[in-house]
Each structure stands twice: as C-alpha cells, then as structure tokens.
C-alpha cells in the first residue's frame, strides 16, 4: 500500500490505541472503561494487521473482546458505581437494586434518605477528592487541582457515599503518574535513539498454516507449556471461585 | 513499510508508561488488572513489531506473541478468581483498603 | 478499487441478505405468503428508520447511540468474509476468514451490552449479562465446531472450505460437527429459543425506539443470515452445485438452514438462561470435543 495510507491508518490506529487506554483511567463509568479498553485493543489489533500478522491480530480481538465484556460484568459485580453516576448519570429510578452484588447497595438505599436532609439548599461546590474541601464557587481544588463538582444534595458529584470513598483514584495519583511518565519517555529516548534497520520484503504466506505447523514441530514445548499453563489457571480460578 | 519501527516502538513506550500509570494509581482491583493487560499488549506490539523488521521469516516471533497471549489470559481469569474471593470475605475490591492481609 | 468492491459486496449482502432473512422468517413463523404482507412490512420499516430517538434523560449517551452503528457495522464487516460464489474477491479469500467470522460475531454482543446497559433500566442490564453469558458459553462449541470444517479444508479460508468440498460435503460426513454448529448458532446470533435477551422481562432493546431499535434489530437478522450462510460454506458446499449457478446455490442453501432455525424457534419454548449455560458448558462443549476428536480420526484414517 502506498505510504499515505499506510501512514494514516498507522496513525489512526495508534491514536485509538493510546487514547483508548487513557480514556479507560479517567472515565468514572466501569463500562465505558471497559469499552474503552476494548478499542484500545482492537486498535492494536489493527496495528497487528499493518504489520501483516493477521492471526495474531484476529487472536487478539477474539481473546480481548471476550474478556473485557467478562470483566465489564466482574467490574458491574463488584463495584460501588459501575455506571458512573459520579458523572451525573443518574441511577434508575428503582434505586440500586438492578446493580447485582452486595448487600451495601441495600443499606446505601435505606441510608440515602438519611443524606438527603443534610445538605442544605445553596450550590456548594466540592473537590472529588477530598470531599471536606467546600466551596460556594466553581474553581480548583487547592490540595489536588482537581476541578470542583457541584454537590446537588443527592450523591452526584460527591465522592462520598455514605462514608464510602468513592474515588477511582487513591492519594497517590500524581507520583504515579511521574513514574509512568518516567517509564514511558525512558522507554521512548531508548526507542528514538537506537538507528533501527528497514524493513525486509515479506513473501506471501498463510500465517494459519504456518504458525499451526511450527507449534506442533519446532515449538512443541512451548505450545505444551502454554497448554499446561492454561489447564492450571482453569482449574485454580474454579477452585478459588468455589463457594464454600 | 514506509512507517519506520521506532514508531511502532514508541507507541508501544506510550502505552507501557500508561499502563504504568494505571497499575499504580487505580483503586478498583480491576482497573488494576485492566492496566496490567495494557502494558503485556504494548510487549506483544513491541515483539510483533520487531517480528516484522527484523526476522519476518521467522515465525518464532508470533509464536512469541501467542505466549505473551496465554499468559494475560490466564493472568486476568485466575486475577478475577482472586478478586472474586476477596471481595466475598471483604465486601469491596479497593486495593488501599485490602492492603494488609488479614486471616 | 479492491477496498471499494469489498465493501459494496459486504453492504449489498448485508442489505439484501437481512431483507430475505426477514422475510423468510416472517414467512414461516406466522405462516403467511402473501405479497401484500410483504409490502406492509417494507413500509413499517422505513417508517421506523425514520423515527429518530433522542433517548431519554438518564441514558449513558455513548454507550446507547454507539450500539446501533456498531451493531451494524460489525455485521457488515463479518458479511465480507462469506462467499456468495466463486468470483474471486479479496473478502471470501481471506487466509484467516472463518476465525475472522468467529472473532467479528462478538462486536455484535458487545453492541448488544452497550443497547442494554446504556438503557439504564433494569430490564436492560438483565439482558445485557444475559448476552454476554450467552456469548462466552457458545462461542467455544461454536468454534470447535467450525475446526472440524477448517481440519477437512486444511485452511482457513471461506473459499478454501468451498473448494474442498468437491466430492462430499462436510456436513454429511461431519453430522455431529453440523448440528453443534447449528445449536451454538442459536445461542450466539439470539434467535428462538435462545433469545432471552430479547424477552419481556430482560430486553436488551428496551427504551430503544424508531431507528436505533430499527437497526439493531436489522442487525440481528443479518447476524443470523451470516451465520446460516457461513454453515452452508463450510458444511453444506457452499455455491456448489450441479445444475444451477453458483449463488443461487448459496441462496438455497442458506435459505434451507434460515427455514430449519426459523422452525425450530417457532417449535420450542424459549430456553431461560440456566437452561443455556448448562447446555452449553455439560452438553455442547464435551460434544464438540468429541466431534473433533472424531474427525481427526476420520481424516487420519482417509489419509
């Protein structure tokens, strides 16, 4: 193909790529980080593609797509706000009881009565990290930055419900973030440094074919030891997923 | 291939740094397993990259590649199992509150 | 050129394969021929698709507006790789088109997550899970079903699987490979008696009104036409034939397995969810390991 298309799916692509990772650390809905994900991965796939390893590519959205609607459904399972309704999306009017899961959500419904007659009738503004941070106008939060959220006297834009910290993010954002930061670019002055050699031509091949031919001539062992590595996995999360 | 590999290898660089980042700032346990799945896909890209301009005649490079997507596969479905359990004992999956073990 | 030619095949099939899908379905499960009725439905149709939907105020708006154009597009993507008759199209040749066909049905689930769960209703999520439970379970007996078709092709390309099919066809000597196939269809593409997502009680299509619920249900039915064409590929010959064209064949053939589905969906009651999932996990998954096991045998044998 020619370099301008190559070259603009090459950045389409990455583009979905990163920005699908990071969408899924900032959004505050379980599922769209799932679905977010997801492209990322397909994106990558995508990249597979362009470097003409189709099988892995389908491998990978194969494996990517169905694990990430697995864990969207751990994700709903398990967390406080899997919808999001830190974002103002707001819970259905049959209350908590459709998120599937704990009791907390039943004690979170009786509880909610009790909150709502705390909160007066003024807009106050409140920083989602620290939710003793008040302010009467909209702004940024003086320990963290973070822009500040109006408290409508329901759970929306509070990071507390009821006592229950609701942050995606712990106290510790910003040195991670460095370190991330500092991984990637370390990472990236490697990668921009090195003078790195030109592709060779590629013959056309049946990556099918092939890849089935070596892992059961050439790379047996490895195709055993993934094999092994798989049955073990499978029945030690059936074990340990066991109810007693 | 008029894309250059340091391109290849720099998105991967990217994504790695932020998978980086999620592992260590997230308090969902899943999210923390989700960032985890990022950074093993930035080495598949880096290895299928590096398959392709290096030794594309070689399969050994995706036979590399399907291990790397073994191993996340099992990594997230025996994760899960272990989240599943600790959130049956704890009530709650949020890993700064899980972070002594107890019983 | 090549690109252009793919994705006018895949959308013309896609349009003229939901239509006949629609109509062979209606067809048989209300059991009327008349033309008039035919009509009717055409114009219901554009009538819906017309009908925009602003969607209520408590949607998650990404996830309910995206369903509809993901569930089309992946559709429509997994339609490029079934070949119609032997013309030679990149699509069809694909080297790794049946595990593509495989791996592009889950878009559709996740469409179908993202119409429930975006919904935000109750009866929406309890259909989006049923989804995805009903995907995970009958994605392996429906993949173990097509490696026994791909072992006799010895590749995995759509036209590979036709052209191997010279003497006999795979389904007749494959029969336990065919009806796992079938069965896991069910689950997979959620038509009667698998569709418990599309149910009163646990819709995924709830709060979806006029285009959007238009277009995941055309989405649906082109879903079904893919996969019943895709058994008649790789188990029924595909435009292999004696007399009669190539196409035309394809068209009888997907048409005969559209019917038996369409019949088997208006004879059972609809399975509940527990149903499916002990299906799929105790019964299908161990058969379909035995059919591979089997064929392998077969072709050991014959070599």
Known sequence: MSPAVEWTLFLLLATGAIAGAYRMLRTMSMVRAGIFLMGSFCSIAGLFLLLSADLIAAMQIMMYVGGMLVMIVFMVMMSPDPGGSMMGIAPPEEEMDMQRGSKQHHDMQGDRMNQSHESADEKQYTCPMHPDVRSDSPGKCPRCGMK????????????????????????????????????????????????????????????????????????????????????????????????? | MSVPLAAYLAVSAVLFGIGVFGVLSQRGAVMVLMSAEVILNAAMLNTIAFWRYRAPNDFAGQIFALVILTIAAVEMAVGLAVMVMIYRRRKMQMVDKIAELRG | MNVLTNAAYALLLFAIGTFLTATL?????????????????????????????????????????????????????????VPVGNWGLAGPSLKVGVFFYLVVLDFLAVALLMAGWGANHKFGTEGAFAVVAQLVSYVVPLGFAVTGAVMAAQSLAATAAVQAQKGLWFGLWQPLGLAIYLVATFGQTFRPPADLPLSEDSNVLIEHHGAGEALLRIALYGIWFSAAAMGATLFLGGWRGPWLPGPLWFVVKTA?????????????????????????????IPASIVNVIIVGLILMVKR
Not at chain 1, 157 to 174: I, K, P
Not at chain 1, 184 to 211: K, R, T
């Open chain 3, 25 to 81: 379905d209606t067809a048989i499960r209300e059991r009327v021929w008349h033309p008039k009725r035919l009509v009717q439905n055409i114009s219901q149709l554009v009538d819906a698709l017309l009908r925009s939907d602003p969607g209520h105020k408590r949607i998650d708006r990404v996830l309910f507006f995206g369903a509809a154009p993901l569930a089309v597009a992946a559709v429509s993507v997994a339609l490029l790789v």
């Open chain 3, 256 to 284: 005969a397995l559209l019917a038996l589905m369409s019949w088997a969906g208006k004879r059972y009651r609809r399975l509940t969810l527990k149903q499916m999932l002990r299906g799929a996990w105790l019964i299908l």
């Open chain 1, 148 to 244: 500040l959220q109006p408290t409508s006297g329901a759970e929306h834009g509070v990071m507390e419900m009821q006592g229950m910290d609701m942050a995606m993010t712990h106290e510790f954002t910003r040195p991670a973030a460095i370190i991330g930061f500092i991984a990637g670019a370390v990472l990236l002055a490697a990668v921009l440094s090195f003078d790195w050699p030109s592709a060779p031509g590629l013959a056309n091949f049946d990556s099918g074919l092939i890849v089935g031919k070596e892992l059961l001539s050439r790379y047996m062992i490895a195709f055993e030891a993934a094999a092994i590595l798989i049955i073990t996995g499978m029945v030690g999360a059936v074990i340990l997923g066991r109810r007693e």
